[in-house]
């Protein structure tokens, strides 16, 4: 029943991230005066470039090839790992926070190879800012993470969730810093404004497209579903962890309804600020880029520190 | 029977060095061989046929070589043998050999501990012996004699293996320094180019500057005890004062060994000048054994540690891994990249001591336990992938004549299988899950994550530091080895060499590598595996195991409880399977989708050329910018204009150095004091004879009334 659950709330999570991506488009478009496409639009997007017949070009290697499939699974499993709907997840157990991290680092190691493997300046552009800014970007999201883990003395997301659903609505200053540091990653690592413009097609300023830039069809469809995912992660990370409330504890129909609903909303109003906030800021010089991260790096390590001399029980 | 089997690989070592030195004693060897046979057996015609066969003049070296490395191979099989039945055992075993001086004979004890590093050093051998025969075939045999070669490989690996066995301080630092002069002659094997020279000379002057220290931390312990053998140590009784003294000689001592930062540099230095084989044997193996000298000082013979050397040790082991891996990043030398993320692995390791010895200290044996566990089991994940990196790189060079990375390229086309190995250890070394090195980095988390149960604020600020500079060196990692893998084995060739390199044709080349890349993959799917055995090691060093022994089955993997952390790598590789899977079954569905090739898309303006690509120093350029000041980057660019005004420009030259800040902080200062002081003692050596007996005069008077 649990690892029943547990999958569907995979598959689930994997179906609507586009949905997210779809809303989230809807709502920059309201904001800055445009018509909308409709949501579902990434769907149709990602089904027309899975059927359409992929080009790669000659200088490519098995690895540019596996490489999408290795991403998306990465990312999936990363995915599987985070409590969406229900709180007690036996895939927790299974991969802990630290392995969800390395899922990640697994994905962006391949993803990072994809754009070097052609050989054309774009994909090492590309392949070096993302290892630069994520390199950054992890340690950062690390420290986040480790203060919600040792404040629930225990590093499965479940068991943390739960422990934080328990505690009931305590302010914890380690928690505001680590909830800023972790939104200050989270925009980094999707590839939002202000670090990297997911919409351009300015070459001096990819990051994530100059990578990708030579795949095409299913290859990029599946890259393209991966971001999408690991956006959507990203929102539920920070939804589930900082504001748990209305997340199943039982396996009951009703509680999980009403987790599907809460889960829902959260990310539609977190979906409403990121759009807000891409709207008002511009994005930044690659190499302010150091500044934002390491101020998010500290926000984590000043987090972590005030749970050791604040919050801890000695 | 296990003692047996450990003698027996130290004496194979012997033997393959010595059977090394009879290359140009061909005659003898086969005049011997005819006696030998002849008086032994009546029909000698089928045996004299095999031996004037392999004694033929042109078989005679190959022969030779295979014998010297099946003789090393064997020794490393019976190492692991050794190692793997005293750790199942849970045994301690003491022996005395009548070697040395008559009333001091040597001590032996084999124990988990010292089981452990002979299962390292065992692997290790066992994999360079598996690809020595062919990598030592292109050198030519009056320029690099394989007698001193071999000689000397054999003497190294018997020195490392008798370093674990002694049990008496005299024994130790004899094997010690077999260790460290064997491998001086190793590093100054290739001795025609001077650089090498003088790294070999760097490296043997600070390895006998730390042999100094090591024998003056004996000392101090042996003041205060009757003899010097390791059981009477252990009962020596020290103040806090002589024993942190005794800490701070051994760590200087030990730490020169495994290369701690500021003191690692002749690591960089040496190890690229060695022969591949070599250099995998100091980076994975060497460098371990060091790491054995720290553990067996301070948490077997010094009864007590000491929360403060802790947080020396976790200092020290944070910069080293971070300075390690910034600087790894910045090499376009293969070899010296690998050398300098030794450091930073090894880094990685003093940390994690540095925690169990503040939980040790502390009153928190059990989580002393679990650091412990993460070190040892770093120590081991790091000579697997270290080793199968540096044969790599050896086996680069080998076809591409390069280890200049920005001379590579394309190579995954030319080099499969070697570019799979390889991609394999990169993925261990960037701590990938699925991969061993992942595991030992999630159990260095979860022992610092333990920090609450501190009581001193100070410890509990500073761990999360720590753990903050551990997570940044992994991912700093992850991008130096994405550079590593991505210029050398994707893109297009960046030279000639590259553009004509083929697969290695000797197949035990690849198979050395192999073996090592099958262990980081099994052992990042079932570490509990290797983590048994280490328990059993920790049951003995420090009387206690893992809190909770029964969580740890084949399948998960929970250090301190299940509830708090754990970690199945047998369900996240089914799970990785499954999904895979699934998304492959997916879009292969469609017939219609099969793959076009088509030219790289060149924005049109057509001519993409390999110098086009990024390269080591392009990829690294962002971090050279954020990072500024941990290096002295020397960036040069100069340019020569033609044309009216001198408007045109008509080539550009970028040159760019980076360096160490130790030589100019550290070293040459030093080296500038020794310098003067050498200049003062001068002063009184006027040349002159009388003076001289002056001199004489003068000292034995001081003497004369010294001992009246």
Redesign the interface.
Known sequence: MNWLIAILQSALFIILAPLLAGWLKYCKCRLQNRKAPSLLQPYQDLLKLSNKQPVVSEQASWLFITAPYLIFSATALAASVVPLIVVDLPTSASADVIVMVGFFAFARFFLTLAGLDIGTAFGGMGSSREMTISSLAEPAMLMAIFTLTMTASTTNLSGAIAHVLDEGLVLRPSFVFALFALVLVAIAETGRIPVDNPTTHLELTMIHEAMILEYSGRYLALIEWASQLKLMLYGVLIANIFFPWGIAETFALKDLGYGLLAILGKLALLAIFLAIAETLVAKMRLFRVQEYLSFAYLLGLIGMLSHIILEASR | MILFSAYLAVLLSFASGLLALTVNQRHLLQTLCNYSFSTLFKNQSQHKAWIDKNLELQRFPAFLRQGVFILLGLSGLFAVIAGLTVLISKQVITDQLPLGLPWLPWHIRFDCLSGFFFLIIGIGVFAVSLYGPGYVRTYKEHQHPFASLGLFTGLFVAGMLLVLLSDDAFMFMIAWELMSVASYFLVAFQHENSANRRAAFLYLLMAEVGALAIILAFGVLASFSDGFTFNALRESKLSVTWSSIAFVLALLGFGMKAGIAPIHVWLPEAHPVAPSHISALMSGVMLKVAVYGLIRFCFDLLSEVQWQWGVVLLILGSLSALAGILYAMMQPNLKRLLAYSSVENIGIIFMVLGLTMIFMATGHPQLGVLGLLAALFHAFNHALFKNLLFLGAGILQHQTHELNIDMM??L??KMPQTSLLFLVGC?SI?????FNG?VSE?LA??TA?Q??VL?N?VL??LI??A??AL??T???A??CF??V???IF???PRSHHSEKAHEVQNKFMLAGPALLAGLCFFIGIFPSTIIHLINNTSEQLLGQTLPNVNALSWL?LAPVS???????PP??LI??LI??GI??SY?RR?P???????????CGFGG?T?R???TSS??????R??FAKVWIVDEQISKETKGAMNQEVASVHYQLQVHDHSWPHIYTPIAQGVNDLARQVGRIQTGNIRTYLGYSFVTLILLLWLIS
């Open positions: 390229g394309g995954i086309k993925m960037s701590s990938l899950p699925l992942f999630w988390f979860q994550l920090v609450d009581d604020g509990r600020s999360p530091v753990a903050a997570a940044l992994a991912a700093l992850a991008a994405v550079k893998f991505g210029l994707l893109g297009q998960w299940a509830q708090q952390a754990s970690y199945s369900l996240v799970a990785a999904a895979a998304c492959y879009f469609n219609l989708t099969t793959v076009r090739t088509a030219p790289t898309w060149d993409l390999p086009m690509q990024y392009s990829f690294t350029m962002p971090f910018r954020i």
